[in-house]
């Protein structure tokens, strides 16, 4: 019997929750399709932060390392702990420590659910640099309080970075139907999106079954909302991946629905899996969560560890839960409900 071993980090607020919740379902098709999954848990938080002076020990990284994979619920609690430090002292840090560099977020309608728009004919596959780009750390603060004080934040964008994700989007492109939309703001980024376009041109052609399409951030940002049904995957710098795909998940029906996952390719380190709806800490343990994110970026887990019919499994159960109306929209049915729908799918 095959065994995966898999880091939990449930994090905060609703984190805890859906972490629990997407378990439940890995487990149980797990039994069903005669694999094993051990986890072990880590309490790494914004309480941890408050009880240690660290979002993570100083070992934390090592740990992880010999694990399969990292499945994370969600990091924040704004309220007690800036973002800043949550970001940069938990998430960045395992992204950076395990070139987790391909960040991919599927974008499409579940059964059932309603989106904003006209058409819910879509079906995109973002990809995000995760590891450089507009947030590589590079810069700081200097004369801070005085009149003259100076902030500076510098992009990195490296041959290998930006020719690696392009080489990632191009072959996932490949693998679905042949057309990758590159998105820059070259015309007023006259250095680093410049050579991102040029690195694009130069690989594509090594990819002639793929055609290529260069669009700017803010156009890309008005055809996610008028014709998403035309695009297939698309490629972004760090900060535009995320913003792009933030707008992705509101096409889709909302946060409750954005699955994503943090892959490291050539899997020489553990890759991490987790829903990106954040941590709202308002309806943190009472049970309305909706866990579809959660369960559905384990059923990306799950494909990644090769787990591909427990991944298909997980995948047919929540669309088959959706299209009974469950869990569509925000506070219509429980947490444990949802799970439990989706339990009963993959068994019938």
């Not at 659910?113 to 973002?126: H, R, T």
Request: aromatic share 6%; with cysteine; hydrophobic share 40%.
């Amino acid at each position: 019997m095959t065994e995966h071993q898999i880091a939990l980090i449930p994090g905060d607020g609703i984190g805890v929750d859906v972490t629990q919740a997407a378990m439940k379902v890995l487990q149980a098709v797990a039994g069903m399709e005669s694999f094993t999954l051990h986890t072990g848990t880590f309490p790494w938080s914004c309480a941890y932060y408050h009880e240690t002076g660290a979002m993570i020990p100083q070992d934390g990284i090592e740990t992880l390392r010999g694990f399969d994979a990292i499945f994370l619920g969600a990091v924040g609690w704004p309220e007690s702990v800036p973002d800043a430090v949550s970001l940069h002292g938990l998430l960045l840090p395992i992204r950076k420590a395990f070139d987790q560099y391909a960040n991919i977020r599927p974008h499409r309608l579940l059964p059932g659910v309603e989106g904003p728009l006209k058409s819910g004919a879509f079906d995109i596959l973002c990809i995000r640099e995760n590891t450089e780009g507009e947030y590589a750390g590079a810069g700081g603060r200097v004369h801070q309080g005085r009149d003259n004080e100076v902030a500076v934040q510098t992009s990195i964008f490296t041959r290998q970075g930006v020719e690696r994700i392009l080489r990632f989007g191009f072959e996932q492109a490949q693998a679905r139907r042949g057309h990758l939309t590159s998105v820059t703001k070259s015309n007023a980024q006259q250095y680093s999106m410049v050579f991102w376009d040029e690195m694009t041109r130069a690989l594509a052609a090594e990819y002639p079954d793929v055609t290529v399409s260069h669009v700017h951030i803010d156009a890309m940002a008005a055809k996610m909302v008028m014709n998403p049904e035309n695009l297939d995957v698309i490629v972004a710098s760090n900060l535009f991946g995320d913003i792009l795909t933030d707008l992705g998940a509101a096409i889709q029906g909302g946060l409750g629905f954005a699955a994503s996952a943090n892959i490291c390719p050539d899997r020489s380190a553990p890759s991490m899996f987790e829903p990106v709806h954040g941590s709202a800490p308002d309806i943190a343990g009472k049970g309305i969560a909706n866990p579809i994110a959660a369960i559905w970026s384990g059923a990306m887990m799950l494909r990644h560890l090769g787990e591909d019919r427990a991944a298909d499994r997980v995948e047919k159960a929540i669309a088959e839960t959706t299209g009974q109306g469950i869990g569509i929209r925000p506070g219509s049915h429980g947490t444990d409900e949802i799970t439990d729908a989706v339990i009963a799918a993959m068994k019938g």
